[in-house]
């Protein structure tokens, strides 16, 4: 049944609430976020790598800039944007818009991931120095910063020229900081080309595999063969990585696709945070290496494969669900009616806690950071930070479902306790 669009135009067009901080986090976080992913690849690469020293060691300008960084960095969107346009995989559509229409979205990252991947095995054949990534972290992420913030002004300023039924609720608050920060149109598009969906999987994402594989072939220059603490952490975060992008449909029922708008949170986060902070343990261990025993590497295997286990299942279980109810896997499931006509799952892996997905995802964090030892703190910034954002990322969860579907939540939440850790949180 489509949608009422006359109830749809009674919508609200805007939020009051206001979320990281309001005004404040809006103007302090653009600041402080940027200089802290400066901060830890200086760390990362210290011989100390001593998070807390104090005063920290600054980097000389000119290890900051490179001209091959910026050419790098504009031949690397250019090649995932015609990869995005490539006539490959299927069109899905994602949920329907508060003027009742959807928007279509190709389904092909994972296609670009395998032609970048053949890509880099090419240049690693013809020779390539890949292993000179490592010298050009610091330029490139400098150069993903500056386009993280021109980005987030153009999407800022074109967004008056959107209708108002395509604003984000949440940043079409009228204040021009938070506005800014949170995103004030929700799907901006270039023609069919959706500049938010782009870069939620795309150059950030497979560019943090391809600079954990540089870190690698540096390890081979200075080592003359990676270490296996080397390609565990490759192995895992490609695996991540992969499966991300192999189940690239799921990401259109997300809160960042569905609830956020396009503005210098995700923009940031998408293009410069993730790829230059989730590959803190890949950079650590160029200058650190660590040795591994085999029973190490197998009880550090296990907890990976417990935890992909644990959010592949709980991720393919909510999909299945959202697709078709009556699928003989999800049919049998225990669900709670709500007034708005969906269903809340309160057996098998939405049974055990609310965000089973997050528990998986925290497990192969851990993993992740394990095979860095537990001499420095550093490796272990990704499991505390995640953490963080995760149980964040539950609060705002908690606070819409609350708000849409009523008392039924209520009677959901105490049939499920437990957010993320049973029988602790």
Same mark, same amino acid.
């Given at each position: 049944?489509?949608?009422?669009?006359?109830?749809?135009k009674h919508?609200p067009?805007?939020?009051t609430?206001?979320e990281?901080?309001g005004?404040?986090?809006?103007?302090?976080?653009?600041?402080?976020?940027p200089l802290?992913?400066l901060?830890?690849i200086?760390?990362?690469?210290?011989p100390e790598a001593?998070?807390?020293?104090?005063p920290p060691r600054?980097?000389t300008?000119?290890r900051?800039?490179?001209?091959?960084?910026?050419?790098?960095? /504009?031949?690397?969107f250019? +090649?995932?944007?015609?990869?995005? *346009?490539?006539p @490959?995989?299927k069109?899905?559509?994602? #949920? =329907?818009?508060?003027?009742?229409t959807r928007l279509?979205?190709?389904?092909?990252?994972?296609?670009?991931?395998?032609?970048?991947?053949? /890509?880099?095995?090419?240049? +690693?054949?013809?020779g390539?120095? *890949?292993?000179y @990534?490592f010298?050009l972290?610091?330029p #490139? =992420?400098?150069?993903?910063?500056?386009?993280?913030?021109?980005l987030?002004?153009?999407?800022?300023?074109r967004s008056?020229w959107?209708?108002?039924?395509?604003?984000? +609720?949440?940043?079409?608050?009228?204040?021009p900081l938070?506005?800014f920060f949170?995103?004030?149109?929700?799907?901006?598009?270039?023609?069919?080309?959706?500049?938010k969906?782009?870069?939620?999987l795309?150059?950030?994402?497979?560019?943090?595999?391809?600079?954990?594989?540089g870190?690698?072939?540096?390890?081979?220059?200075?080592?003359?063969?990676?270490?296996?603490?080397?390609m565990l952490?490759?192995?895992?975060?490609?695996?991540?990585?992969?499966?991300?992008?192999?189940?690239?449909e799921?990401v259109?029922?997300?809160m960042?696709?569905v609830?956020?708008g396009f503005?210098?949170?995700?923009?940031?986060?998408?293009?410069?945070?993730?790829?230059?902070?989730?590959?803190?343990?890949?950079?650590f261990?160029?200058?650190?290496p660590?040795?591994?025993?085999?029973?190490k590497?197998t009880?550090?295997l296990?907890?990976?494969?417990?935890?992909?286990?644990?959010?592949?299942?709980?991720n393919s279980?909510?999909?299945?669900?959202?697709?078709?109810?009556?699928?003989?896997?999800?049919?049998n499931?225990?669900?709670?009616?709500?007034?708005?006509?969906?269903?809340?799952?309160?057996?098998?892996?939405w049974?055990?806690v609310?965000?089973p997905?997050y528990?998986?995802?925290?497990?192969m964090?851990l993993?992740?950071?394990l095979?860095c030892?537990?001499?420095?703190?550093?490796?272990?910034?990704?499991?505390v930070?995640?953490?963080?954002?995760?149980?964040?990322?539950?609060a705002?969860?908690e606070?819409q479902?609350?708000?849409?579907?009523g008392?039924a939540?209520?009677?959901?939440?105490?049939?499920v306790?437990?957010?993320?850790?049973?029988y602790?949180?």
């Amino acid at each position: 049944m489509k949608p009422n669009r006359q109830s749809m135009k009674h919508r609200p067009s805007h939020s009051t609430e206001r979320e990281f901080g309001g005004t404040l986090g809006a103007t302090c976080i653009p600041i402080f976020l940027p200089l802290t992913v400066l901060y830890l690849i200086c760390v990362s690469r210290s011989p100390e790598a001593n998070v807390l020293q104090w005063p920290p060691r600054l980097p000389t300008t000119d290890r900051l800039w490179d001209p091959l960084a910026p050419v790098l960095l /504009l031949g690397w969107f250019a +090649l995932h944007a015609f990869l995005y *346009l490539l006539p @490959l995989g299927k069109v899905s559509e994602g #949920l =329907a818009l508060r003027d009742g229409t959807r928007l279509k979205y190709p389904i092909n990252g994972f296609h670009a991931l395998c032609i970048s991947v053949a /890509l880099l095995m090419l240049l +690693l054949w013809l020779g390539a120095p *890949l292993g000179y @990534l490592f010298e050009l972290l610091l330029p #490139l =992420a400098v150069c993903a910063i500056g386009l993280s913030f021109l980005l987030s002004f153009y999407l800022y300023i074109r967004s008056f020229w959107a209708p108002h039924h395509a604003l984000a +609720l949440g940043g079409n608050t009228g204040n021009p900081l938070y506005d800014f920060f949170m995103g004030r149109e929700l799907n901006p598009r270039i023609g069919n080309f959706d500049l938010k969906y782009f870069c939620e999987l795309r150059p950030g994402l497979i560019g943090w595999v391809v600079i954990n594989l540089g870190m690698l072939m540096k390890e081979v220059e200075l080592r003359d063969s990676p270490s296996l603490a080397m390609m565990l952490v490759n192995g895992f975060q490609l695996l991540y990585v992969a499966d991300a992008l192999w189940n690239e449909e799921a990401v259109l029922t997300t809160m960042d696709i569905v609830h956020d708008g396009f503005g210098f949170m995700l923009v940031f986060g998408d293009l410069a945070w993730v790829p230059f902070t989730y590959s803190l343990q890949a950079s650590f261990l160029v200058v650190h290496p660590q040795s591994l025993s085999a029973l190490k590497a197998t009880a550090i295997l296990a907890l990976n494969g417990i935890g992909y286990y644990i959010f592949r299942r709980s991720n393919s279980q909510k999909n299945q669900f959202r697709r078709d109810p009556t699928h003989p896997s999800v049919s049998n499931l225990e669900t709670i009616a709500t007034a708005t006509g969906k269903r809340l799952l309160v057996s098998g892996w939405w049974g055990l806690v609310r965000h089973p997905n997050y528990l998986g995802d925290l497990l192969m964090a851990l993993a992740w950071s394990l095979p860095c030892g537990f001499s420095h703190l550093l490796p272990y910034f990704y499991v505390v930070y995640f953490t963080i954002l995760l149980i964040h990322r539950e609060a705002r969860d908690e606070r819409q479902c609350r708000t849409k579907y009523g008392l039924a939540w209520d009677t959901y939440c105490r049939r499920v306790p437990y957010r993320i850790f049973p029988y602790i949180y």
